[in-house]
């Protein structure tokens, strides 16, 4: 059963350095999503991505977040210069069609910033 | 604003009882519905979903769970919990008319614990 997959599970970085999140979603899919959920709080939605452009973001994107599309396999999370309240567990996600409500999700990647 | 309630933060039941999560919403209008579990260390797996139709859905498991449009809710039921459910589990309800986004509001979570 195709999967959406995400890597790497855990990344460890300090603050101010770059972290690059990716993710492969399922192949036919169209639409592209990243989630946070921040230790012990609700899982929030980032950003949303549909053909090459994002079309919806939350106040949590800000300028440090950046999300790209940069082949026809790979969905990736860029976030430019981290902060302690970066860390969280980040979920990749994608959806097939226009028509189609059903998210499918990703394993995570645990994000520890020191 | 879109909401979502999950009003247990942590529930205990023996191996072998009825199990009932609830969840409860607030959105403008009918929106499409989701349990979603997340085992330790594991990611999001979908549980089931509501879209139209039939209020009471079957999911995987051996869970279901009912839309109650008068009381906004869509509460998670399991006729008998086994150690293996022991997980968190998260409601999320998604607009029904989004264009092109469809971003899901999550609830806190319930986090399960199983007695044997």
């Known amino acids: 059963e195709p999967e959406v997959t995400q890597t790497p599970s855990h990344q460890v970085t300090q603050m101010g350095q770059e972290v690059i999140l990716r993710c492969v979603p399922i192949s036919n899919h169209l639409y592209f999503y990243w989630y946070r959920q921040i230790l012990g709080q609700k899982v929030e939605f980032l950003v949303s991505f549909y053909n090459n452009e994002i079309s919806e973001k939350s106040e949590i994107f800000d300028d440090q977040f950046s999300v790209e599309r940069p082949d026809g396999s790979n969905f990736t999370l860029k976030i430019r210069s981290t902060k302690l309240e970066d860390s969280a567990m980040y979920f990749c996600a994608s959806r097939l069609t226009r028509g189609s409500y059903e998210q499918y999700f990703g394993p995570g990647t645990r994000l520890t910033v020191t | 604003a879109q909401s979502v309630t999950q009003p247990d933060i942590h529930i205990t039941v023996s191996e072998g009882a009825s199990l009932e999560l609830r969840c409860n919403y607030s959105y403008g209008a009918t929106p499409y519905l989701f349990w979603y579990v997340q085992s330790p260390g594991q990611g999001l797996q979908l549980l089931l979903k509501?879209?139209?139709?039939d209020t009471l859905v079957q999911g995987i498991k051996g869970f279901e769970a009912e839309f109650k449009r008068s009381q906004s809710s869509f509460n998670l039921r399991k006729p008998s919990v086994h150690w293996s459910d022991a997980a968190e589990y998260f409601c999320?309800?998604?607009?029904?008319?989004?264009?092109?986004?469809?971003?899901?509001?999550w609830g806190l979570g319930t986090s399960l614990a199983v007695n044997p």
């Open positions: 999320a309800v998604g607009a029904r008319y989004a264009g092109n986004n469809r971003k899901l509001i």
């Open positions: 509501y879209f139209s139709g």
